[in-house]
Structure formats: structure tokens, C-alpha cells
């Protein structure tokens, strides 16, 4: 909490250019917020194993659960920081906020401890990938029971976890600007993750159980629950499709007409 209580006393005690911005973008600027915004809510992908792995379970929802709190504090910390240096720095603010501070040896402090925050948390970013992923490979390569070392197969492990690591650390060289690609993956990724894939998944799981359960009772009031909850989820993957295409469309664009630096 070091490291983002002095972001923010900076961000609230800098000089402010209000007067000198926009009231409202245009609609690929609004298109590339959006791809901001649903990049930095991609984190939903670690609700169900945190669940998994909470002593109670239930306390991951409610209006006081692990999720409304977590979630609420995150929005309110993102929020600020985007409007603050946006207010702060104006048209001039890079993707990350940090790389606007001043150098200093204070802030070169605050950049150390983010450096840590990054590089323990990546573990836990991490853990997803590695639950699902190596536990297949590990039945894949398994096949003939060549797997009876543990040594062996932690080994493995390792470096597989290890080939993970290098991958995005070559991402992370190869795309500098944040600005550019975090817009372009919360577009992409984004609408599947909050959108289409939510919304396909429910409908595959509970319309056709509805459509069943009306067939077996004659209860018509089930049809009509299957037909409503197909309409709401089709109306979520027609939001995250259009989104997907104005969002490409206009974070291609962006990236065509933004100045090459040397």
C-alpha cells in the first residue's frame, strides 16, 4: 500500500490541467477506454480457484463477500488513478502511471517496491495457467506410466512454469507501449471473458435443463424462464460481438495513426 498511497498523494498534490481536456472523446476514443477498463477487471479468471481454496466457500459472495469487497476496492483504487492522471497529465499520460512520475529518488523507491508487487504477485497470476494447463500434459505425456519419478515430474514442473515465465517476459520486450496493448487485449480477450463465453456457457447449461423440466412437469412456466434467459444471454454475446468488432476496429486505427518514436 506504500508504493500507491505516494502515487496518489502525487497525483492529488500535482498541478491539474482540467480546463485543458475534452468533456467527452470521440467513439474510438470511448472503444479504447472500454478495452482499458475490461483489461483491468481480466483478474475475473482468478474468482473460482480462489474460491476453491477459501476454508469457507460462501464468503466469496454476498453484498459483504471476499468478491464485492475485493472488487469494489480495486474499481474505487482504478478509478482514481485513472482520473487523477488523467487530470494530472492530460493527453501526455503513458499506459502505466508510473512511467509519468517524476525521477526522483522517492518515486525511484515507489518504482522498486511496484517491481516486487509485479514480480511476487505473478505467481499467483500465474497459478491459473499452470492448474490448467499442466495437469493435461502431465496425462498426455503419462499415457505409458513413464511418470513414476516425482523428482521427474516436478522437474518438469519447473520448467514448464519457467517457460511460462520466459513467454511473457518476451510479451513484455516485444510490446513496450502498455498503452497500445492493453486496450487491444481487454477488447479482445475482454468481451469473451466478461461476454460471449459467460453468456454461451449459461445458456448451454440451463436452457436446455428449463426446456426438459417444462417438457417432463408441463410446467409453462419453465419455457418461459428458458426463453428469457435465452434472450438475455443472446443479448450479452450480440453486446460483446459488436464490442469485439468496434473495439478492433478502432484499436487498429489508434495504433496505424500513433507516431513512431525512435
Not at 486496450?183 to 435443463?209: E, K, Q, S
Request: aromatic share 10%.
Amino acid at each position: 500500500m506504500y508504493h500507491r498511497t505516494n502515487i496518489f498523494l502525487h497525483l492529488l498534490r500535482a498541478e491539474h490541467v482540467i480546463g485543458q481536456l475534452p468533456w467527452i472523446t470521440n467513439f474510438d476514443g470511448i472503444m479504447t477506454a472500454s478495452g482499458s477498463i475490461l483489461y483491468s477487471f481480466n483478474g475475473q479468471a482468478m474468482v473460482l480457484p480462489l474460491e476453491n481454496k477459501l476454508k469457507h466457500p460462501p464468503d466469496m459472495v454476498g453484498a459483504f463477500g471476499v468478491l464485492s469487497v475485493g472488487m469494489s476496492l480495486v474499481s474505487s483504487v482504478y478509478a482514481g488513478s485513472g482520473f487523477f492522471g488523467y487530470i494530472t497529465y492530460g493527453t501526455d499520460v503513458k499506459g502505466s502511471i508510473t512511467l509519468n512520475l517524476p525521477r526522483q529518488e522517492a518515486f525511484s523507491a515507489v518504482k522498486l517496491m511496484l517491481t516486487l508487487v509485479v514480480y511476487f504477485g505473478f505467481v499467483i497470476q500465474q497459478y491459473v495457467i499452470v492448474d490448467m494447463i499442466w495437469p493435461k500434459l502431465v496425462r498426455l505425456m503419462d499415457r505409458n506410466k513413464t511418470f513414476t519419478n516425482n523428482r521427474l515430474c516436478l522437474s518438469l514442473e519447473l520448467l514448464f512454469r519457467a517457460f511460462v515465465t520466459i513467454l511473457a517476459l518476451t510479451v513484455a520486450i516485444a510490446v513496450p507501449n502498455l498503452e497500445d496493448i492493453i486496450p487491444l487485449v481487454g477488447v479482445t480477450a475482454g468481451m469473451f471473458l466478461a461476454f460471449i463465453f459467460p453468456a454461451l456457457m449459461d445458456t448451454m447449461t440451463f436452457v436446455p435443463l428449463y426446456l426438459n423440466q417444462s417438457r417432463a412437469d408441463g410446467q409453462p412456466n419453465m419455457r418461459f424462464r428458458a426463453y428469457l434467459r435465452l434472450i438475455q444471454n443472446g443479448s450479452l454475446v450480440l453486446i460483446g460481438v459488436i464490442g469485439l468488432v468496434a473495439g478492433l476496429n478502432s484499436n487498429i486505427r489508434n495504433m496505424i495513426q500513433r507516431p513512431i518514436v525512435a
